[in-house]
């Protein structure tokens, strides 16, 4: 279904008064009051996460799917299930859903069901074809060894760092994203993302060079990317041999000059954990500028889920991104443990209505449907047609991800620990 789609237009503007109704009570609520259904709100989004999930482990292994190498369930399209290999850059979201289903709720059949889809990532641990590492090691290897200790995640993961610091080139002083004839040396802004596993190797393997690298390639994107409103293009090539800009391209929004929604939503979430590990204020004073344009943009609407490019001719009836609304509201919420109390509010305040709008029939299926995702109405690609007006496993991740850190903001403590030492 199409957001164009008139009926759905109208339908949608009256179910998008419920998670506003909520808001209300949540902000007006005394503490305990809200404490309580903040617990149940996380708790209503994991019951159905596990119904969903339950049902696409079942898909796969009634399709066959489970056991081949196309196993990595990614979207719906034409009413049946897509799923892809492990070198997929999308492959680590699932099985790092699965690990946040197991922190939840504790329940051994969700450490199983993420051990297994998350073995089956094993090889990557050599691959250096392009520069995902980070989503697929990092949300299915990561996850695990954060929650269980496995030193054989760890091993996994420092050589699945020495992979992806392969593709550093000092001239340029960036990891190059895609191997792709159409440019010389393209670094994406989703290349942020990337960071946080080779800070992680730094301190596990005691090589600073992951380090050096991180903090070099955050410097040449912030030097590079962003306009002067803060927010970011897409894509910048650079000349290998000198480091030289070539061209800066937004490739999956709507146009070189403009915002394209889950672009500023990486570029916020970088930077914000760049903060985060190294205390560095420039990193800081970016996610701040990054935050700024998103929350103050006129084109962003009332329920705080952008459309899927803030410049998008088509706007109010353009499609939603709710995979960037996920994604800026995991951000939002770690960027308040960093700021003034003023902003922190504003964070927070964005990232809660978030939440629930995300939590509303607006844009989170019911129990049986949306092929086993919990969240509709992402966008994929729209300049080329793909994945429109879908479920995504990442916007699925992103949204248990910001679950699990607003439930720790709402009980006092940090959205993210501190990194040890």
Not at 212 to 232: K, P, Q, V, Y
Not at 250 to 264: E, H, I, L
Not at 283 to 302: V, W
Not at 403 to 412: F, I, N, T
């Amino acid at each position: 279904m199409s957001f164009h789609a008139t009926s759905f237009v109208m339908t949608h503007k009256i179910t998008l008064l419920l998670p506003f109704l909520a808001i209300a009570s949540i902000l007006s609520a005394p503490a305990q009051k809200a404490g309580d259904e903040t617990e149940q709100l996380i708790r209503e989004n994991f019951d159905l996460a596990g119904q969903q999930y339950t049902s696409l482990l079942k898909t796969l292994a009634d399709s066959g799917a489970a056991g081949t190498a196309r196993c990595f369930p990614r979207t719906i399209e034409d009413g049946r299930l897509v799923s892809v290999i492990d070198t997929d850059w999308t492959s680590g979201f699932f099985p790092g859903s699965l690990w946040y289903l197991y922190e939840y709720t504790g329940d051994t059949k969700w450490r199983d069901a993420a051990r297994d889809y998350t073995a089956r990532l094993e090889k990557l641990k050599d691959f250096t074809g392009h520069h995902d590492l980070g989503f697929m090691l990092g949300c299915s290897y990561g996850n695990g060894h954060r929650l269980t200790r496995d030193p054989a995640c760890r091993d996994i993961l420092l050589q699945g760092a020495r992979s992806l610091a392969s593709r550093y080139n000092p001239a340029v002083g960036s990891i190059k994203s895609w191997n792709n004839p159409n440019w010389a040396f393209p670094v994406i802004i989703d290349n942020m993302m990337n960071l946080e596993f080779l800070l992680w190797a730094a301190r596990e393997s005691g090589d600073p060079r992951y380090r050096e690298i991180a903090i070099r390639h955050a410097m040449t994107t912030l030097a590079n990317h962003f306009r002067e409103d803060g927010s970011s293009h897409h894509l910048v090539d650079y000349d290998p041999d000198t480091g030289a800009v070539l061209t800066r391209q937004t490739v999956q929004g709507y146009a070189n000059w403009s915002p394209w929604a889950r672009g500023q939503a990486w570029g916020l979430y970088g930077f914000t954990m760049m903060h985060r590990e190294t205390r560095n204020p420039v990193f800081l004073a970016q996610a701040k500028k990054i935050a700024h344009f998103i929350l103050t943009h006129s084109r962003l609407p009332d329920d705080k889920i952008p459309y899927w490019d803030f410049d998008a001719p088509d706007i109010p009836n353009a499609p939603r991104d709710a995979s960037a609304g996920a994604i800026i509201a995991s951000a939002l919420l770690e960027l308040s443990d960093y700021v003034d109390a003023a902003t922190a509010k504003r964070c927070l305040d964005t990232a809660r209505r978030q939440l629930l709008t995300l939590s509303s029939p607006a844009f989170r299926a019911r129990a049986g449907e949306n092929g086993g995702f919990i969240l509709m109405h992402s966008t994929g690609n729209a300049p080329r047609n793909s994945e429109v007006d879908v479920p995504l496993n990442y916007a699925d991740y992103y949204f248990l991800e910001a679950l699990l850190r607003y439930r720790a903001k709402m009980s006092g403590r940090p959205a993210v620990p501190p990194p040890a030492p």
